[in-house]
């Protein structure tokens, strides 16, 4: 099955990717590796509802963790912790019910809201974890 994305639009040529997206993936990709070299199992990857989205979730010892990751590429708009409000927050407290009721056969201790913020400038990567959020 080829991506929507990598079809042909009636005219023949590829619609062109949306750069955030592209930004967006390779930033959650840098995380689950940093995740992964630091103990962290991972469980899904941009699960979805019609609530909405979790980026990743993983296994830290006996903690479910939900990690929402915001990239970005540049200083010009900020640091990527400050995208994550407290609507943003409070939505992904939302999902995650959601999220166990649709993998029922994962169990926790506890559970915990994480950020990774990713910093992509040229050839450098900058990861910043913050735990426990709320």
Known sequence: MTNR???PDVGG????????????NAGEDHAVEWLERHGFSII?????CAR???DIVARDGDTIVFIEVKTRTGQTTGHPL???TPRKLARI???VP??????RDETARAIRIDCIAVTMIAD?????HVEALG
């Open 13 to 24: 040529a590829l619609p062109r990717r949306d750069p955030r997206r592209t930004t967006g």
């Open 82 to 84: 400050e995208a994550v």
């Open 124 to 128: 450098h990567v900058a990861i910043e």
């Open 93 to 95: 407290r939302q999902l």
């Open 52 to 54: 909405g989205e979790v």
């Open 98 to 103: 959601a999220w166990f009721h649709a993998h």
């Open 5 to 7: 994305a990598d079809r």
């Open 44 to 48: 899904d990857r941009n699960w979805r």
